[in-house]
Nanobody, 123 residues
């Protein structure tokens, strides 16, 4: 069974940076497409970023130019570097794994999910 564990969330002032990590156990990490989604209170789950097995990356419009997704197959880990954070980025951030690669921006494409990590941007 695939297990995903996120870490790196926390409280950061506007304009600050955070780096989220997601460690994957079980399965064949190098074959997974990996995605990051977020959910703010009272809102639906929003696509943030994704990276496929070939390291091609995808980003949601609201984070382009500020967030960077990467992966380290040797460590079974996917990262989300978040820069120039604003209060609108406050949410629970989830990583997810997909075995069948489509657009990578739809939550239904992903079979396995982490428990989430809280990111709060506030002064």
């Amino acid at each position: 069974q695939v297990r995903l564990v996120e870490s790196g969330g926390g409280l950061v002032p506007p304009g600050g940076s955070l780096r989220l990590s997601c460690v994957v156990s079980g399965g064949s990490f190098e074959d997974y497409g990996m995605g990051w989604f977020r959910q703010a209170p009272g809102k639906g789950r929003e696509f943030v970023a994704a990276i496929n097995w070939n390291r091609i990356t995808f980003y949601g419009d609201s984070v382009k130019g500020r967030f960077t997704v990467s992966r380290d197959n040797a460590k079974n880990t996917v990262f989300l570097q978040m820069d120039s954070l604003s209060p609108e980025d406050t949410a629970v951030y989830y990583c997810a794994a997909a075995t069948l690669i489509g657009t990578m921006s739809s939550a239904h494409e992903y079979e396995s999910w982490g428990q989430g990590t809280q990111v709060t941007v506030s002064s």
